[in-house]
């Protein structure tokens, strides 16, 4: 599978039509020995959060034109640094326009399924897998484009599924 790289999916926001929807599935996304806003916060130093600035604008502008940007996160309890990072930077995403429900990984059900290998994925307007790819390190690789009518059928009754049993970002409280 050719994979994209982080830049031209986020391309892919500029031409769905009425909801993305990612999946996120893994612990820790950062990168070992990487100096980042991560590192800086783990060690208790301010944080200069305007790195995140292109996506919140992003996300503003789409949904500011009617348009629904969502997610879950599954995460293991008790949660890792990162994801405790996460959770506090969250606020950053929903007030750009993003809806956040957390899902505890012990609360899925049991034999659940996950397509795409149980990779991370956005999907577009139940049409468009853009699928996830991370080394060994956690290092991204880049996004596998899926438009097979069963695979993608499998994604959105999983988001469905996932997205009613998760909590919203407010009511969701780290152990």
Partial sequence: MELISSAERNQLFESFERDAFHLELRDDYSVPDEDSPFT????????????????????????SEGRTVRRVRVVTEPPSPYIRWEH?????????GEDIRWLARHRLPTGLALPVG?????????????????????????????????????????????????????DYHLS
């Fill in 40 to 63: 800086s916060w783990l060690r208790g130093e301010n944080v200069d959060y305007s790195y995140m600035a292109p996506w919140t604008r992003l996300i503003r502008r789409v949904t």
């Fill in 88 to 96: 506090a930077t969250t606020r950053f995403n929903e007030e750009a």
């Fill in 118 to 170: 149980g990779n991370d994925w956005w999907l577009f307007d139940d049409r468009l897998l853009a699928v996830g790819h991370f080394d060994n390190d956690g290092r991204v690789l880049g996004s596998g484009l899926v438009q097979d009518p069963e695979t993608v059928a499998a994604c959105v009754r999983l988001r469905d599924r996932l997205w009613a049993a998760a909590v919203p970002h407010r």
